[in-house]
């Protein structure tokens, strides 16, 4: 009852709810909710051709090692009901880039209820979904396997699912995305405080494509409504790294009828000596257009020193900075959809002169354009 927690109307509104109509009539309602909602998502199954469709993920290491960690996720539709099978996956890495079952659970909801509904989900959405895995493996761990570093094998396995989806739903799906959210940070020892100061931030990459519009920029599927700080707000926070610029990059986007969403770049440079992390990936795998569309941009970060030296890096933790270094990032391009002829000449050339893509570039992708 409500006066169990007289001090939050947080917890209040539910019981004066069962106070005015019941118990039983909210337990009753509660399940209408769950039912329809049930209902929403098993009609959007049962509009799929049954089968076994599958996606591919790929992660440029787990931060301990230099190998490539590859995998490979069913989608398998049956009737009215979807099962998610990662049993495929690889076993559990050395380093944290596993991701506890709970948040799989978690991505695997979000992409179905993405795709399913345009309306805020609940438990009788995903009533219709199964997974299935493997204890031990990477989205499955098992103590003591590390998984401090989880979201970034779990936005890879949401990129692998809407791959599936995509072969599954030809023209529902977008293509894929940068696949990541490119976080940098800086520290030092401030004098003046007493105490370490520490700055930096992610920056979301380009979406791919849709089968009717361009992909849309600096977004990613597992942080939607997320904002980045200000320039000003940035350099205010973190007195000790200047941005040089903060920009779209021109040709980042993939090719298409429709492109991919654009790639943006970061460029910090360093007033002091400073303590360097960037947990960056996708840096060698770009992300996949649909029916003729072309990749964008990978990610990377490049590290140009005083004395000339350019070292590209991708995760790294307690990297020794010198004063004076510019850290750039490049955020990746979305995927495009559809065969770049196909493209309005007249979205080339707008395009072209939003500073989108180059006028070379475009030649080279929409020479219809320039006919």
Known sequence: RSTLFPYTTLF???????????????LDCTERMYEHGEAVVRDFISRIPDGRYQGSGHLDNDGVSHDPIDFDVNLVIEGDRVTFDLCGVPDAVRGPLNCPFPSTVSACRIVLSMLAGNEAPNEGHFRPLRIISRPGSMFHPVHPQPTFMYGWPLMQLMESLFQAFAAALPGRVPSGSGGDLCPVMFSTWDEERGEIASGGGAMSTGIGAFPYADG???????????????????????????????????DSAGAGKYRGGMGWKVGYRVLRDTTFMAAIDRTKVPSWGQAGGLPGMPNKVVLNYPDGRVVSTTKVTGLSLPKGILVEVYSGGGGGYGA????????????????????????????????
């Open 12 to 26: 209040r509104s539910p019981y004066r709810v069962i106070d005015r109509f019941g118990m039983q009539t909210f």
């Open 216 to 250: 849309a920029t600096l977004m990613h599927v597992s942080v939607g409504q997320s904002r980045m700080a200000s320039v000003e707000l940035g350099e205010t926070k973190c007195g000790f790294v200047q941005y040089e610029r903060r920009e779209l990059v021109a």
């Open 340 to 371: 770049p002829s196909e493209r309005d000449p007249k979205a080339v050339h707008e395009d072209i002169r939003l500073g989108y893509t180059s006028e070379e570039k475009a030649r080279e992708h929409y020479p219809h354009a320039f006919a």
